[in-house]
């Protein structure tokens, strides 16, 4: 049975840093494209980051580039987002989702088969 989970969310002052982890089971994460979306509430969800299968590059959402960093531990079957520089509008659910590589050049959920269950973020003084 294919299982994302996501961790590392929490409530963060606005500045501060949060780690987000991805880890599977049942699917062996290097052999995908991994995506990072969110939903705010009353908003639909968005693309984030994503890092490709193929070539490790990476993609990032005008929003938090620059601020937010994909990486990958193979070992660990492990995908993370770093997240620097938090602010209030990153308040979301966050949701990590396994694909094609053409899911991180288009960022369209449709592109994505595993999705985990979602770990909230909330950014507030």
């Known amino acids: 049975q294919v299982q994302l989970v996501e961790s590392g969310g929490g409530l963060v002052q606005p500045g501060g840093s949060l780690r987000l982890s991805c880890a599977a089971s049942g699917l062996t994460l290097e052999y995908y494209a991994i995506g990072w979306f969110r939903q705010a509430p009353g908003k639909e969800r968005e693309g984030v980051s994503c890092i490709k299968r193929r070539d490790g590059r990476t993609y990032y959402s005008d929003s938090v580039k620059g601020r937010f960093t994909i990486s990958r531990d193979n070992a660990k079957n492990t995908v993370y987002l770093q997240m620097d520089s938090l602010k209030p509008e990153d308040t979301a659910v966050y949701y990590c989702?396994?694909?094609?590589?053409?899911?991180?050049?288009?960022?369209?959920?449709?592109?994505?088969?595993?999705w985990g269950q979602g770990t909230q973020v909330s950014v507030s003084a």
């Open positions: 989702a396994a694909g094609r590589d053409y899911g991180c050049e288009v960022s369209q959920e449709n592109q994505f088969g595993s």
